[in-house]
């Protein structure tokens, strides 16, 4: 039996991670939490989390910043919206999932080669290059990042849907790519000025 | 501390003498407002003659340093600067009365709430004060002499609402000797309380305590019970109210009724047809009926909507036979409507439960086997529908229940606050249906609460029992089944949150405990007796802490539930409460109104008429002589919409005479 | 009517038998409708992860474009549809995201108003449409099928102000008026995992494994999506779902097809021959015209 020693100290919390989710969009409310747990009762992934939604409004508020960051459950949400609509206190829970998900990506709080931040790096370099998504060239990319045993794994599908004529190849693109560059640009410089 | 003689002036009338004090109320004040400063500039203001600063003016102290110099300067009009008049203005208008002066040459200023609490800049905030000091100097210059009027208090009570408040409330009054109306809409007296099975922490049977009573109520020589009626308006002021009440038809003659019941067994219906209302539904009544069999007064009623006889005129009339002897039936009866008129009224109007139909995710009204609180109170009861033995909708006997606290309390979807008396009830019902069906119990909250006293001893009894505790709030009450052993059962999914992980429970029984809330026509009933209440509908007292039964209208009081949620214990004092506030204005005799009426400057009033339809109290008539408009002194309450409506300006309101007005105003705006 | 149609991505990809079929249906029921010009991804839920504004900005251009059309724009995909809502939703709510979003368009050269409403097909046939007209212009009802309607989580949260987020029943009544039978699915709002198969795959496998054996034990014959996600999912994998427990080899469609199918719509221009889990078996079985 391996001990473990789990208290907490106040250095432990990171002050500036508890106010920034208390301030950021969706996390306004965050302090009422009153930690009933509906959010987690209503939650169809939250039996697989290793902490539930109810835990991580808690853990973020108060600072835990590593715990919060690095645990799976930020990963496992599907955003379907469940928990936000049952909350009493009206916070935004699936909001602050996000915001939550794409600091983790920003931080690098993930193993190497999981799906999903490799997922979100590839589906926004192929928007911002093309303005639309090819299902098709998506996978793949993903695929060849992280897993290329399982790239063959999915062999089979791939088959089925190559003879069911769902797999398209042919790049899809917008005609005006220069405006979502520019959308991107001005977004860029316009969080600088207002130091978002 | 600076004094000035003012130099006498011409005005119209007695040259004022001015005395300003400037409050520092403790901290309240002082900490942003430069009470010094102001006190000195008002010095200089045009006819003060004493300006002085003081820690507290309301202290003994402070009110005997006005009567000095009242003494001492001659001082005719007196200003105190610092907190609201709702707190203090009777203090120091009887510092006035006291030293012989009319207390209405007195002004008060808020350089509190309106002034130091809420404004961070010091120098602005004192820049506030002196210019409200100087609005309040010169309209009291003109301030004349008034007397409040002096009514006197009619002895009768009226108590709207029969439910354990009113019941208590009415039995306190009748015993003092005093004529009580007890009105109550349903056709027996007992309100909620005579639903319940038992009440906690004590488990005593609520029939059992509350029957008794009902049957005093229901024998008491100064008590006129009158259920099945309605208020329907409400005229007049404090000691003097004039109220239409109208009693709807039983269609039985009351005094003949001895209850008897035979009619009822005679109808032709042989079994109950509509849902019976006591029973919530559970069970079936017939039209003719007795709401419950300890129902005060024991009379039976007779609903026209569900009677053969009221709709196609083709019945037998077997009750009528049935009653052939006394007669007591009367087919025919019309409504009657009483007026009455009673010094004070009482309000005990009670509350309604949640609908869980607001929370579709709980499967009330899908699922057949999920129950409010309330509906167990009635299954579990041995006056109910399945004389206390616990069998459910579908027929069969549950051997696992799941109680949901929260439902629709504390929850910014349906209802924010708190009802106070649902984990208790939760505990109390998990214990009954324990003792009745020997199930395996759930009881699901967010935080249990248990104040009151010998409350958490309940609880602890509970947890020797081993009812399972379960903190999480619940998300879902479904009918599919993930595993095999949740087949053709409720199941409950909720996070554990003490365990941190979700659990999916299998019940057979779901038992909702709903929160409390206002009735439905809570703002109508707050319009009627012109009492406020808050956006949520709960009646508003006149202050949370220090008069919780009364409102801010004179007279009028308020008492349990429908002031908000709460236990029996609290309704029971806050009746007593209020028929102590009732009994003490009825033992005084009498009371002082404000003399803030209205008056027509006959000579300057043409007839118009614009103003009769305008009072809301229908406090103005027309001198059909001197075809002038009359203000009834009595009746007017001083809202002032008739002298802002006069076209020819000939209506003045006593404190808020037209140049008293203009003067605090151009105090306001113009500096010295 | 008319509106500006939006596809997005996935209707040009695997959810090809979504667009064939509403184009379809709409034709039948004299809606037209015009491409949204140019348009570009939403940036669905992935986005959002990864750098929230540019995904409003993004996704905004869409609206802005619409709003230069004067139309109003129908969305079919569910991401779609809820990204779109949701750009407007928090550009009203949060002043700067607003000040953000429509500095970025201005500098695309569009002044955006906000005066575009986003609708959802199932919206407009509801309550634009309504059964009634459905119902008298159905020429071949489904007579006899059995479907479950499955929602799924984005088009009835947050932001479906048309229907019940705990009990819709647009679909439901729009399947009836087609002449199907609609069963009682008591999981018709519950996730299908979205994209977590692809990351994730025991997850995803466990969230549409209830999905599809409740949908059996319900008596289905077939389930009607409204979301291309959903109608990949639970029609791709379900070799690894039966082969863990029981074989299930379940038709999944969109609404639009079966209405297309009912309202007379050629039987191989709406879809049909894109399915993983091919329906003919099924119509076949009940008699239905499948030629």
Redesign the interface.
Same mark, same amino acid.
């Given at each position: 039996m391996e001990l473990k020693r789990t208290v907490k100290f106040e250095a432990d919390r990171d002050p500036e991670f508890a106010y920034w989710i208390s301030h950021t969009v969706g996390g306004e409310r965050i302090r009422h939490c009153l930690q009933c747990g509906m959010c987690s009762g209503a939650c169809p992934l939250s039996l697989y989390m290793d902490y539930t939604p109810r835990r991580l409004m808690h853990l973020s508020r108060e600072g835990f910043k590593e715990e919060v960051l690095s645990s799976f459950s930020i990963w496992l949400c599907t955003c379907c919206y469940a928990c936000m609509v049952e909350c009493p206190k009206d916070i935004n829970i699936t909001h602050l999932m996000y915001a939550l998900k794409e600091r983790a990506i920003r931080e690098k709080f993930y193993p190497k080669r999981f799906p999903i931040p490799v997922m979100a790096r590839e589906f926004a370099h192929m928007l911002l290059r093309s303005g639309r998504i090819t299902e098709s060239w998506l996978v793949l990319r993903i695929f060849l990042h992280c897993s290329l045993l399982r790239l063959f794994g999915m062999s089979k599908l791939g088959i089925k849907l190559l003879r069911s004529k769902r797999l398209r190849f042919a790049h899809e693109h917008i005609e005006r790519r220069e405006e979502i560059k520019k959308l991107a640009e001005s977004v860029r410089t316009a969080k600088e000025r207002m130091a978002l | 501390m600076p004094e000035q003689v003012t130099t006498s002036e011409n005005s119209v009338r007695d040259p004022a003498r001015i005395g300003v004090y400037v409050c520092h109320c403790g901290n309240n004040i002082a900490a942003t407002i430069a009470v010094d400063e102001v006190a000195q500039y008002a010095a200089g203001l045009n006819k003060v003659v004493v300006s002085r600063e003081y820690k507290y003016m309301c202290s003994e102290p402070g009110q005997a340093m006005i009567e000095q110099d009242i003494r001492d300067h001659g001082l005719n009009r007196i200003v105190v600067a610092s907190c609201s008049p709702l707190l203090h203005e009777r203090t120091f208008r009887e510092v006035l009365s006291r030293s012989n002066l009319n207390s209405f040459y007195f002004q008060m200023v808020n350089i509190r709430e309106h002034a130091s609490w809420i404004h961070d800049n010091r120098a602005a905030a004192t820049e506030k004060a002196k210019d409200l000091v100087r609005a309040a100097v010169r309209r009291v210059a003109l301030h004349r002499p008034l007397e409040p009027r002096r009514v006197p208090i009619d002895p009768a009570v009226l108590i709207v609402g029969g439910g354990i408040a009113g019941i208590h409330a009415a039995l306190t009054i009748a015993n003092a000797g005093k004529q009580v109306y007890l009105v109550e809409r349903e056709p027996t007296i007992g309100g909620h309380m005579a639903k319940f099975d038992k009440t906690f922490p004590t488990l005593d049977c609520a029939a059992c305590i509350l029957t008794p009573k009902m049957t005093s109520v229901g024998a008491h020589p100064n008590i006129k019970l009158w259920t099945y009626s309605e208020v329907m308006k409400v005229d007049g002021y404090v000691g003097n109210y004039k109220v239409t009440i109208r009693r709807n038809p039983r269609y039985i003659i009351e005094d003949l009724c001895i209850g008897c019941q035979e009619c009822i067994t005679a109808c032709v219906y042989k079994a109950g047809k509509v849902d019976d209302e006591f029973n919530l539904g559970l069970s079936k009544r017939k039209p003719i009926y007795l709401a419950f069999p300890q129902a005060v007064p024991q009379k039976v009623v007779i609903d026209p909507e569900n009677c053969i006889e009221f709709k196609s005129h083709r019945c037998k009339k077997t009750c009528v036979e049935a009653c052939a002897e006394r007669g007591a039936i009367d087919l025919n009866q019309k409504e009657e409507i009483k007026e009455i008129t009673v010094g004070t009224v009482i309000l005990s109007t009670g509350f309604k439960t949640f609908d869980p139909r607001r929370r579709p995710n709980y499967g009330y009204g899908r699922f057949q086997n999920v129950y409010t609180s309330l509906e167990v109170e009635r299954l579990i009861n041995a006056s109910g529908p399945t004389g206390g033995d616990v069998i459910l909708r579908d027929g069969t006997r549950p051997q696992s229940i799941g109680i949901i606290h929260c439902v629709g309390s504390r929850d910014h979807n349906t209802n924010r606050w708190c009802s106070k008396v649902c984990c208790m009830y939760s505990l109390k019902l998990a214990h009954l249906l324990k003792e009745h069906t020997g199930a395996e119990i759930y009881n699901f909250y967010i935080d249990m609460r248990t104040p009151g006293k010998n409350y958490e001893d309940f609880y602890d009894r509970m947890l020797d029992e081993g009812v399972h505790f379960v903190r999480g709030r619940v998300a879902e009450v479904s009918d599919w089944a993930a595993h095999p052993s949740e087949k053709g059962k409720l199941i409950i999914r909720a996070e554990d949150t003490l365990a941190a992980f979700v659990r999916r429970i299998p019940v057979d029984m779901v038992v909702l405990s709903v929160g409390m809330e206002p009735k439905e026509d809570a703002h109508d009933v707050r319009r009627m007796f012109n009492v406020s209440c808050s956006s949520d509908g709960w009646l508003t007292e006149r202050h949370p802490k220090l008069a919780p039964v009364n409102t801010l209208t004179d007279g009028i009081f308020i008492c349990g539930a429908c002031q908000g949620p709460k236990d029996i214990p609290e309704t029971v004092a806050q009746a007593g409460a209020a028929a102590a506030e009732a009994l003490s204005l009825i033992s005084a005799g009498c009371i002082d109104l404000e003399p803030y009426t209205a008056k027509v400057m006959e000579e300057v009033c043409c007839g118009c008429k614009t103003c009769i339809p305008m009072c809301p109290y229908d406090a103005i008539s027309v001198d059909e002589a001197k075809q002038k408009a009359c203000v009834n002194e009595v009746l007017c309450k001083g809202c002032g919409t008739c002298a802002a409506a006069c076209p020819s300006g000939s209506i003045e309101q006593n404190f808020f005479e037209d140049e008293e007005i203009f003067e605090e105003i151009a105090g306001v705006l113009t500096h010295a | 009517m008319k509106f500006a149609y939006y596809p997005g991505?996935?209707l040009?990809?695997?959810g090809?038998a979504y667009e064939d079929s509403l184009l379809a249906v709409f034709r039948a029921l004299d809606i037209e409708l015009e491409e949204l010009e140019?348009?570009?991804?939403c940036? %669905?839920?992935?986005? !959002? &992860?990864?750098?929230? !504004?540019?995904s409003y %900005?993004?996704s905004a251009?869409n609206l802005a474009i619409a709003e230069r059309m004067q139309l109003d724009i129908v969305a079919p995909c569910a991401a779609c549809y809820l990204v779109l809502n949701k750009t407007q939703h928090?550009m009203h709510d949060?002043p700067?995201?607003d *000040? !953000?979003v429509r500095? %970025? !368009?201005k &500098?695309?050269g569009f002044d955006y108003k906000d005066r575009v409403k986003v609708r959802h097909p199932l919206d407009i046939l509801w309550h634009d449409i309504g059964v009634e007209t459905i119902r008298s212009k159905v020429k071949a009802p489904l007579k006899g099928l059995k479907v479950a309607p499955y929602y799924g989580? *984005?088009i009835v949260? /947050?932001y479906a102000t048309f229907d019940? *987020?705990? %009990?819709p029943v647009s679909m439901d009544r729009l399947l009836e008026a087609a002449g199907a039978e609609v069963v009682s699915y /008591? =999981?018709k709002t519950?996730?299908c995992?979205? &994209?977590?198969k692809? &990351?994730?795959p025991e997850?995803g496998l466990d =969230?549409l494994s209830?999905l599809l054996i409740?949908a059996k034990k319900c008596g289905a014959d077939v389930i009607a999506t409204a979301c291309p996600l959903c109608q990949f999912n639970l029609e791709?994998f379900q070799s690894e779902v039966g082969s863990r427990q029981r074989p299930i080899s379940m038709p999944i469609v969109y609404f639009t097809q079966l209405l297309a199918l009912a309202l007379g719509a050629p039987f191989s221009d709406i879809g049909f021959?894109?399915?993983?889990v091919p329906i003919q078996p099924v119509l076949r079985q009940k008699e239905i015209a499948c030629a």
């Amino acid at each position: 039996m391996e001990l473990k020693r789990t208290v907490k100290f106040e250095a432990d919390r990171d002050p500036e991670f508890a106010y920034w989710i208390s301030h950021t969009v969706g996390g306004e409310r965050i302090r009422h939490c009153l930690q009933c747990g509906m959010c987690s009762g209503a939650c169809p992934l939250s039996l697989y989390m290793d902490y539930t939604p109810r835990r991580l409004m808690h853990l973020s508020r108060e600072g835990f910043k590593e715990e919060v960051l690095s645990s799976f459950s930020i990963w496992l949400c599907t955003c379907c919206y469940a928990c936000m609509v049952e909350c009493p206190k009206d916070i935004n829970i699936t909001h602050l999932m996000y915001a939550l998900k794409e600091r983790a990506i920003r931080e690098k709080f993930y193993p190497k080669r999981f799906p999903i931040p490799v997922m979100a790096r590839e589906f926004a370099h192929m928007l911002l290059r093309s303005g639309r998504i090819t299902e098709s060239w998506l996978v793949l990319r993903i695929f060849l990042h992280c897993s290329l045993l399982r790239l063959f794994g999915m062999s089979k599908l791939g088959i089925k849907l190559l003879r069911s004529k769902r797999l398209r190849f042919a790049h899809e693109h917008i005609e005006r790519r220069e405006e979502i560059k520019k959308l991107a640009e001005s977004v860029r410089t316009a969080k600088e000025r207002m130091a978002l | 501390m600076p004094e000035q003689v003012t130099t006498s002036e011409n005005s119209v009338r007695d040259p004022a003498r001015i005395g300003v004090y400037v409050c520092h109320c403790g901290n309240n004040i002082a900490a942003t407002i430069a009470v010094d400063e102001v006190a000195q500039y008002a010095a200089g203001l045009n006819k003060v003659v004493v300006s002085r600063e003081y820690k507290y003016m309301c202290s003994e102290p402070g009110q005997a340093m006005i009567e000095q110099d009242i003494r001492d300067h001659g001082l005719n009009r007196i200003v105190v600067a610092s907190c609201s008049p709702l707190l203090h203005e009777r203090t120091f208008r009887e510092v006035l009365s006291r030293s012989n002066l009319n207390s209405f040459y007195f002004q008060m200023v808020n350089i509190r709430e309106h002034a130091s609490w809420i404004h961070d800049n010091r120098a602005a905030a004192t820049e506030k004060a002196k210019d409200l000091v100087r609005a309040a100097v010169r309209r009291v210059a003109l301030h004349r002499p008034l007397e409040p009027r002096r009514v006197p208090i009619d002895p009768a009570v009226l108590i709207v609402g029969g439910g354990i408040a009113g019941i208590h409330a009415a039995l306190t009054i009748a015993n003092a000797g005093k004529q009580v109306y007890l009105v109550e809409r349903e056709p027996t007296i007992g309100g909620h309380m005579a639903k319940f099975d038992k009440t906690f922490p004590t488990l005593d049977c609520a029939a059992c305590i509350l029957t008794p009573k009902m049957t005093s109520v229901g024998a008491h020589p100064n008590i006129k019970l009158w259920t099945y009626s309605e208020v329907m308006k409400v005229d007049g002021y404090v000691g003097n109210y004039k109220v239409t009440i109208r009693r709807n038809p039983r269609y039985i003659i009351e005094d003949l009724c001895i209850g008897c019941q035979e009619c009822i067994t005679a109808c032709v219906y042989k079994a109950g047809k509509v849902d019976d209302e006591f029973n919530l539904g559970l069970s079936k009544r017939k039209p003719i009926y007795l709401a419950f069999p300890q129902a005060v007064p024991q009379k039976v009623v007779i609903d026209p909507e569900n009677c053969i006889e009221f709709k196609s005129h083709r019945c037998k009339k077997t009750c009528v036979e049935a009653c052939a002897e006394r007669g007591a039936i009367d087919l025919n009866q019309k409504e009657e409507i009483k007026e009455i008129t009673v010094g004070t009224v009482i309000l005990s109007t009670g509350f309604k439960t949640f609908d869980p139909r607001r929370r579709p995710n709980y499967g009330y009204g899908r699922f057949q086997n999920v129950y409010t609180s309330l509906e167990v109170e009635r299954l579990i009861n041995a006056s109910g529908p399945t004389g206390g033995d616990v069998i459910l909708r579908d027929g069969t006997r549950p051997q696992s229940i799941g109680i949901i606290h929260c439902v629709g309390s504390r929850d910014h979807n349906t209802n924010r606050w708190c009802s106070k008396v649902c984990c208790m009830y939760s505990l109390k019902l998990a214990h009954l249906l324990k003792e009745h069906t020997g199930a395996e119990i759930y009881n699901f909250y967010i935080d249990m609460r248990t104040p009151g006293k010998n409350y958490e001893d309940f609880y602890d009894r509970m947890l020797d029992e081993g009812v399972h505790f379960v903190r999480g709030r619940v998300a879902e009450v479904s009918d599919w089944a993930a595993h095999p052993s949740e087949k053709g059962k409720l199941i409950i999914r909720a996070e554990d949150t003490l365990a941190a992980f979700v659990r999916r429970i299998p019940v057979d029984m779901v038992v909702l405990s709903v929160g409390m809330e206002p009735k439905e026509d809570a703002h109508d009933v707050r319009r009627m007796f012109n009492v406020s209440c808050s956006s949520d509908g709960w009646l508003t007292e006149r202050h949370p802490k220090l008069a919780p039964v009364n409102t801010l209208t004179d007279g009028i009081f308020i008492c349990g539930a429908c002031q908000g949620p709460k236990d029996i214990p609290e309704t029971v004092a806050q009746a007593g409460a209020a028929a102590a506030e009732a009994l003490s204005l009825i033992s005084a005799g009498c009371i002082d109104l404000e003399p803030y009426t209205a008056k027509v400057m006959e000579e300057v009033c043409c007839g118009c008429k614009t103003c009769i339809p305008m009072c809301p109290y229908d406090a103005i008539s027309v001198d059909e002589a001197k075809q002038k408009a009359c203000v009834n002194e009595v009746l007017c309450k001083g809202c002032g919409t008739c002298a802002a409506a006069c076209p020819s300006g000939s209506i003045e309101q006593n404190f808020f005479e037209d140049e008293e007005i203009f003067e605090e105003i151009a105090g306001v705006l113009t500096h010295a | 009517m008319k509106f500006a149609y939006y596809p997005g991505c996935s209707l040009r990809g695997t959810g090809r038998a979504y667009e064939d079929s509403l184009l379809a249906v709409f034709r039948a029921l004299d809606i037209e409708l015009e491409e949204l010009e140019d348009w570009n991804c939403c940036g %669905a839920t992935t986005y !959002l &992860s990864f750098d929230e !504004l540019t995904s409003y %900005a993004l996704s905004a251009r869409n609206l802005a474009i619409a709003e230069r059309m004067q139309l109003d724009i129908v969305a079919p995909c569910a991401a779609c549809y809820l990204v779109l809502n949701k750009t407007q939703h928090y550009m009203h709510d949060y002043p700067h995201i607003d *000040q !953000l979003v429509r500095g %970025a !368009l201005k &500098s695309i050269g569009f002044d955006y108003k906000d005066r575009v409403k986003v609708r959802h097909p199932l919206d407009i046939l509801w309550h634009d449409i309504g059964v009634e007209t459905i119902r008298s212009k159905v020429k071949a009802p489904l007579k006899g099928l059995k479907v479950a309607p499955y929602y799924g989580c *984005q088009i009835v949260r /947050p932001y479906a102000t048309f229907d019940d *987020q705990y %009990a819709p029943v647009s679909m439901d009544r729009l399947l009836e008026a087609a002449g199907a039978e609609v069963v009682s699915y /008591p =999981l018709k709002t519950r996730c299908c995992g979205g &994209s977590q198969k692809g &990351s994730l795959p025991e997850i995803g496998l466990d =969230l549409l494994s209830y999905l599809l054996i409740e949908a059996k034990k319900c008596g289905a014959d077939v389930i009607a999506t409204a979301c291309p996600l959903c109608q990949f999912n639970l029609e791709v994998f379900q070799s690894e779902v039966g082969s863990r427990q029981r074989p299930i080899s379940m038709p999944i469609v969109y609404f639009t097809q079966l209405l297309a199918l009912a309202l007379g719509a050629p039987f191989s221009d709406i879809g049909f021959k894109y399915s993983v889990v091919p329906i003919q078996p099924v119509l076949r079985q009940k008699e239905i015209a499948c030629a």
